[in-house]
């Protein structure tokens, strides 16, 4: 298969850093790593977190909204968690972690949280045609470039595979959730969902998205 | 549900998807905590999980999201007050350094002691601790009924109680922490209100399923003798 080479998060980091230069956004910080952004924040340097919202918020946003379908509740979400990254900075270990991999995934989990909250509230799950409606607009030409490379990631996938992982990971359900509603057995679905991630970082890696992690 | 190695191993993809099940999620946790490869599993994972976020068409966040952000942040950070004198940085060691770092983007200025925490030393050590506990955001946190604040639970359901703004207890009196198992309160430690924040190292581990509860003592006692005037249930 046709390698493309795409450099991982720190390279549409880059990428992203220079649009924001020329839009203006953050002049003075266009430059620095996300790590470095990181260091400034742990030193409640406000200009840090406008800087890694320039280059995670779109993302963050849009992931939160798939997993909670309503504007409100996913902005909760995104502002939760760039509140928890600007509070904690100083405990983010780099040999852990990429920054942009640290706050999707406490996006993620607040996402998660709040439509557990919410739908044991309600007792329904959320509406779903906000999804459906979705569409993407106004991002960056390298955020486009890493969304198709992953899409083409999952649609390679066995179907049943990427179900697991998509009602998993975009609709909030745990495991047994996700065994009830697909009359599954809970074991196959646990090795499914294992089957599938350990597939799409494969799948990935091959398309160049993803390194192993630093350190 | 008794698991062996294999299925938990199995467990870091739903895990890193934060998919897991309660019980799961605990057993997994726990076997986390002595597992290194387990832990480099998850990392991986986690960027895989991370790369997910990209694959989703949404429309872009309303503009006004940059601005709100900004201001709670900027919001929260008044909340911070200078740690006590003793606790000032230069007379810290760098994991020291770092909680109190992180104490202060916390806004936790003072951390109660326990009773049995007599020694500055140790009771610098259990504040760490519990800090360290507040800020890790891969600790579970539940928010605590009866009071602002959380309980927050890390690794190996080690615990601390992070509450905000709590009255003095009445009369000269104290909080006790306990936690609950099948209706058996054991003592978790003693600790005062006051303004802000204040992290409370729990003095022993909460397992799944067991319930944290605070009340009104007259000292340090054995068995709880009030109602609850704080619960949390963790997951």
Same mark, same amino acid.
């Given at each position: 298969?046709?390698? /493309?080479? @795409?450099? &991982?998060?720190?390279? $549409?980091?880059? !990428?992203? +850093?220079?649009?924001?230069? #020329? ?80 706050? /999707?995934? @406490?996006? &993620?989990?607040?996402? $998660?949280?709040? !439509?557990? +909250?919410?739908?044991?509230? #309600? ?80 799948? /990935? ?11 | ?235």
């Amino acid at each position: 298969m046709t390698t /493309l080479r @795409l450099p &991982h998060l720190a390279g $549409v980091g880059t !990428v992203l +850093r220079s649009d924001a230069v #020329r839009r203006g956004r953050t002049k003075s910080l266009g430059h620095l790593t996300d790590e470095e952004l990181l260091d400034l924040l742990a030193r409640s340097d406000e200009r840090a977190l406008a800087e890694l919202y320039d280059r995670f918020g779109g993302v963050a946003y849009g992931l939160a909204l798939r997993i909670l379908r309503d504007e409100t509740l996913a902005q909760d979400a995104v502002q939760d968690a760039f509140l928890a990254v600007w509070r904690s900075a100083a405990t983010f270990l780099p040999e852990r972690a990429r920054p942009s991999t640290w706050i /999707l995934t @406490l996006v &993620h989990r607040r996402a $998660v949280d709040l !439509v557990r +909250r919410e739908e044991r509230r #309600r007792g329904e799950p959320l509406d779903d045609s906000l999804h459906a409606a979705a569409a993407a607009t106004d991002d960056e030409a390298s955020v486009r470039f890493h969304r198709r490379l992953v899409q083409e990631a999952l649609r390679r996938l066995p179907p049943d595979q990427r179900e697991a992982l998509e009602l998993g990971y975009y609709g909030g359900l745990t495991q047994s959730q996700i065994a009830e509603r697909l009359g599954e057995p809970l074991g196959t679905i646990k090795s499914r969902t294992f089957a599938g991630l350990a597939r799409l970082r494969e799948l /990935l890696r091959e398309a160049g998205v993803e390194e192993p992690v630093a350190g | 549900m008794r698991v062996n190695d294999t299925d938990l191993h199995e467990l870091a993809a739903a895990y890193a998807l934060d998919a897991l099940d309660d019980d799961d999620r605990a057993a997994f946790e726990r076997h986390l905590a002595a597992c290194e490869q387990c832990a480099h599993e998850v990392a991986s994972f986690r960027e895989t999980a991370a790369s997910l976020a990209y694959a989703v068409d949404a429309p872009a966040p309303p503009a006004e999201l940059r601005g709100r952000i900004l201001d709670a942040a900027r919001a929260d950070r008044p909340n911070v007050v200078p740690l006590p004198r003793r606790w000032t940085l230069p007379a810290l060691g760098g994991v020291a350094a770092v909680a109190a770092v992180a104490a202060l983007a916390l806004g936790v200025w003072s951390v109660s002691l326990s009773s049995q925490l007599d020694d500055e030393r140790s009771a610098r050590e259990a504040t760490e601790r519990a800090l360290a506990f507040a800020a890790d955001p891969d600790a579970a946190r539940t928010e605590l009924t009866g009071a602002e604040g959380s309980l927050v639970v890390g690794e190996g359901r080690s615990a601390a109680l992070v509450v905000c703004r709590l009255a003095e207890a009445p009369g000269g009196k104290t909080y006790e922490a306990w936690v609950i198992q099948g209706g058996r309160p054991q003592p978790a430690g003693v600790f005062d209100g006051g303004a802000g924040c204040r992290a409370v190292p729990l003095e022993r581990p909460v397992p799944a399923g067991a319930t944290v509860a605070v009340t009104i003592e007259d000292g340090r006692v054995a068995q709880p003798t009030g109602e609850p005037v704080i619960t949390a249930e963790p997951a």
